[in-house]
């Protein structure tokens, strides 16, 4: 579930990173390496526990899943089942979409366009119109 999850935020955040014009390959927190697109694992790192592990937590603590929803293989993984996946889609969509205030801003925004607001931030300090970034960290 974490891997699917991540999966998503992962490229919700390299479409906004390509959007903006920024190489989604260079990074400042995670060592360049052929294929790995850098600068969205690091921008993943300010989302990942706010939106993703949240959810998931949710669903685990609350009980809405189920250990017969998930399959094992003796080589190791596991993989979780269709149903599984819709309620993990729907739960993360419905997580991404109520608006919250932004720490710096003071904007009222949804996880979305936090992501995107994040993500101009950074273009204008790349660019020399801003000093220094903020990282969105909640309390």
Request: charge should be positive.
């Amino acid at each position: 579930m974490l891997s699917y999850g991540y999966t998503l935020l992962f490229y919700n955040l390299y479409s906004l990173l390509c959007a903006r014009g920024l190489n989604p390959h260079v990074g400042f927190l995670h060592p360049l390496r052929a294929g790995h697109p850098a600068l969205v694992s690091d921008l993943m790192e300010e989302f990942r526990a706010i939106v993703v592990d949240t959810v998931i937590l949710s669903l685990v603590l609350n009980a809405r899943l189920a250990p017969h929803q998930f399959s094992t293989f003796p080589e190791g993984g596991c993989r979780m089942d269709n149903e599984v996946g819709k309620t993990l889609l729907r739960s993360l969509e419905t997580k991404f979409n109520p608006p919250i205030t932004h720490p710096h801003s003071g904007l009222r925004l949804d996880y979305r366009r936090c992501m995107e607001h994040q993500v101009r931030r950074l273009a204008a300090v790349i660019r020399g119109r801003r000093d220094c970034y903020r990282a969105m960290v909640l309390r």
